[in-house]
Structure formats: structure tokens, C-alpha cells
């Protein structure tokens, strides 16, 4: 069953303006991934963030996440054309028991 | 340090037929998971191997299966294949410590049945 719901589905912004993605969840996490995936390859791990921190930064990514609203987003700064991926939000229960439960993603195009 | 490897890349196969699919995970990674990937949908857990054993399956027919060889590697077995089970099969591992954190992916084997 799917946990994590992105939105908006799709997004298409110009080179250098910002991009936010965002997920809801249903039940409690240990923590929260977001994983990027070019065109019908892997996934690229891209950043966790754990359930008791509020939000992250790793290089033009920022995450954030509200246990009390069970949700999260990612925010990528001066997007470049080579974004151009989907965008999927993960949570982990810490069980280990199916890894993680990914939502549906957000498809996110950079227009340059 | 080698990533997760998945084989083949492609598949083409017909109703009816079996299809092996083969991933071997990162050195030192003893869980491997498999998901599928449906054109257009999310990831959908299909099976959990970690120690040579399978720890849990996802909402899969017992037409699919798998396994996990003293290696680490593991196999994905799709018996009697269906049109819908075309689709993009992704393996990933994890260290077991914690059963948490962050999975590795393989560039994944695209199923095509005809």
C-alpha cells in the first residue's frame, strides 16, 4: 500500500527558479527519505531526515518534515535542467520489514 | 566500492513464460529487497531477503518468488507470466544493522511480456 503521497504529481518550472515538492504520510516513521529517479532508471538517495528533526539541508536541497501534520517537503534552490527527474518521498517504520514505502512521486521537468 | 547490480537490464518475454531476474547487492549489504515499478506508479515492495532468508512479501501471487544465495545475491523468479507484470523490477540493499536507513538501488531489469 502506498504511505507517502506527493505533490503536486508533476511540475515544470523554469532553469533557476525554485522547486517544492510535497508528501503526506499515514502512520508514525523512524524517518523520511526523498530519492530521485531520471528516466525509467535506479533510484539516487538523496537525503533522510529523522522523525525527531524538523528540517535539513544538504547543497541546494532542504527538507523539512511535520510529524504533527505527517508531512514533508523537499525544496530544491536555482533548479538546473539536469533536475529534470522524478521526485519520490519514502518513509521507514524502522521494522526493516519492506525497507521503505514510496509514494507515487512527483514528476519534475526544468525548462531551460 | 561496486554499487548494486541488477541483470539483465532488459527482458522480453511472452504469456505464460518465466522470467529470472539476478541482482547482486553492495559488499557488506546483507538485506536485498525487491520492488516493482508499474509504468507511471510508485514503487510497490514485492519481497525482503536478509540472511539468506525471506523476512516478508509484499501483495504478490506465490507466482512470484525469489531467493538469497550465501553470497548475498538474489534472484527474482515470475512464473507463468502475465501482460500486467511488465514493468521495471528494482533491487535494493541495505546493511542489516538497525533494519533502518538508507537503501541502495540497482539501475533496475525492465520486463516487457507480449
Known amino acids: 500500500s502506498q504511505q507517502g503521497e506527493e505533490d503536486p504529481q508533476a511540475l515544470s518550472i523554469q532553469e533557476g527558479e525554485n522547486a517544492t515538492m510535497n508528501c503526506s504520510y499515514k502512520t508514525s516513521i523512524n524517518n523520511l527519505q526523498w530519492y530521485r529517479q531520471n528516466s525509467g532508471r535506479g533510484l539516487v538517495h538523496l537525503i533522510l531526515i529523522r522523525s525527531n528533526e524538523r528540517e535539513k539541508h544538504s547543497g541546494r536541497l532542504r527538507v523539512t518534515l511535520d510529524t504533527s501534520k505527517k508531512s514533508s517537503s523537499l525544496l530544491i534552490t536555482a533548479s538546473r535542467a539536469a533536475d529534470t527527474a522524478s521526485y519520490f518521498c519514502?518513509?521507514?517504520?524502522?521494522?526493516?520489514?519492506?525497507?521503505?514505502?514510496f509514494g507515487k512521486g512527483t514528476h519534475l521537468i526544468i525548462q531551460p | 566500492e561496486a554499487g548494486v547490480t541488477q541483470s539483465p537490464t532488459h527482458l522480453i518475454k511472452t504469456r505464460g513464460q518465466q522470467a529470472t531476474l539476478r541482482c547482486s547487492p553492495i559488499s557488506g549489504h546483507t538485506s536485498v529487497y525487491w520492488y516493482q515499478q508499474a509504468l507511471g506508479l510508485g514503487l510497490q515492495f514485492l519481497l525482503w531477503y536478509d540472511e539468506g532468508e525471506e523476512r516478508n512479501r509484499g501483495n504478490f501471487p506465490p507466482r512470484f518468488s525469489g531467493r538469497q544465495f550465501p553470497n548475498y545475491s538474489s534472484e527474482l523468479n515470475v512464473n507463468a507470466l502475465e501482460l500486467e507484470d511488465s514493468a521495471l523490477y528494482l533491487c535494493?540493499?541495505?546493511?542489516?544493522?538497525?533494519?533502518?536507513?538508507?537503501?541502495?538501488f540497482g539501475e533496475g531489469s525492465r520486463l516487457t511480456v507480449l
Open positions: 535494493a540493499s541495505r546493511k542489516t544493522s538497525g533494519r533502518t536507513g538508507e537503501l541502495f
Open positions: 519514502a518513509t521507514d517504520n524502522g521494522g526493516g520489514a519492506d525497507g521503505l514505502t
